[in-house]
């Protein structure tokens, strides 16, 4: 690796060490600019990415209710059907024995 590469390697990994500890105070010098919108840029996102798990969480909720009444609401639909069906055999029954 050239030297340049490896300068820019660690000013890199020195710009991710401050974003991890969550630097909020960089330098606006010029030489810092590029730094300093990364660093923006990156809180920005974070940001982002919590509001939309945050959304996400409530979505998935909503969807797991729904599905619980949706799995309440077949079964008790089956169990009616199967009621009204076993009465219906039972009159069939019952008319064939007396007619």
Do not use: C
């Not at 300093?36 to 996400?56: K, P, S, T």
Request: proline share 1%; charged share 20%; aromatic share 8%.
């Amino acid at each position: 690796m050239s030297s340049l590469g490896a300068s820019a390697l660690r000013h890199l990994e020195k710009l991710i060490d401050k974003i991890k500890r969550g630097t909020r105070v960089i330098s606006k010098s010029p030489s810092k600019l590029l730094e300093y919108i990364m660093a923006g840029i990156v809180r920005a996102g974070d940001r982002i990415e919590n509001g939309l798990v945050q959304r996400i969480r409530l979505f998935a909720r909503y969807m797991l209710r729904f599905q619980r009444s949706l799995f309440e609401s077949v079964l008790l639909a089956s169990l009616w059907a199967g009621l009204l069906f076993t009465i219906a055999l039972l009159i069939i029954a019952i008319l064939n024995v007396l007619g």
